[in-house]
């Protein structure tokens, strides 16, 4: 079946500009995730949904940083007034969601490369 | 806290040559392990993963075991080829009693396998 799909794959911006990121989960999943890949700090969680609601955003670098996620499936990630440090690739990743089951395996979509100009 | 120290690369190995990958960790409540491998121009997979102690992962050739004691789960295969180079990156995801639904991941490590 489909796996996890994001889009754009690339996004180049002015610094200053908004930006929005899409996930579509794999179908069925209703956990979903959101990391960051960058050169400077590696591989970091953003923000975790479990349906709609996102019980740990605790990853978010910023308040310019915020995702919601409808209808328990597509998320959006939005970075309002891109800096240049927010360059990066933008990955996200469902699970099943298994009520009582964490720890499940993740399963990554191919990234958003974020450049800002 | 939680976190995930691996070793840095580049590793470069000869066709057929064993492979270790060490990776240690730090970790709140009961932790799942995982190694996710990054090929060239593609995205994060998962490789293997282990979710409680002693249980080993295998995938492809490769193993890991998860290492309580030593709180270790390090990556190895017998015989490497060109098609395994790649970046590994070894991963924990602390579960819901260590508070936390996410993966908390190494800094990755770069394998370059040469014929």
């Known amino acids: 079946g489909a796996g996890v799909s994001q889009s754009p794959s690339n996004k180049v911006t002015e610094k200053g500009k908004d930006v929005e990121l899409r996930c579509d989960p794999i179908?069925?999943?209703?956990?979903l995730y959101w990391y960051r890949q960058s050169l400077g700090q590696g591989l970091e969680f953003l923000i975790y949904f479990q349906g709609n609601s996102a019980p740990d955003k605790s990853g978010l670098p910023s308040d310019r940083f915020s995702a919601e996620r409808t209808g328990g499936s597509v998320s959006t990630l939005t970075i309002q007034r891109t800096q240049q440090e927010d360059s990066a690739v933008y990955l996200c990743?469902?699970?099943?969601?298994?009520?009582?089951?964490?720890?499940?395996?993740?399963?990554f979509g191919p990234g958003t490369r974020l450049l800002v100009l | 806290g939680n976190s995930v120290t691996q070793m840095e690369g580049p590793v470069t190995l000869s066709e057929e040559a064993f492979l270790t990958i060490n990776c240690t960790y730090t970790?709140?409540?009961?932790?799942?392990l995982f190694w996710y491998v990054q090929y060239p121009g593609e995205g994060l997979q998962l490789l293997l993963k282990?979710?409680?102690?002693?249980d080993k992962g295998s995938n492809k050739g490769f193993e890991a075991t998860y290492r309580k004691e030593t709180t270790s789960f390090h990556l190895e295969k017998g015989s490497v080829q060109v098609s395994d180079s790649a970046v590994y990156f070894c991963?924990?995801?602390?579960?819901?009693?260590?508070?936390?639904?996410?993966?908390?991941f190494g800094a990755g490590t770069r394998l370059a396998v040469h014929p």
């Open positions: 991963a924990l995801n602390p579960g819901m009693r260590g508070g936390y639904n996410k993966l908390i």
């Open positions: 282990a979710t409680k102690a002693d």
């Open positions: 970790a709140t409540g009961y932790p799942s």
């Open positions: 990743a469902s699970s099943p969601g298994t009520p009582g089951l964490t720890q499940e395996t993740q399963y």
């Open positions: 179908s069925g999943h209703t956990a």
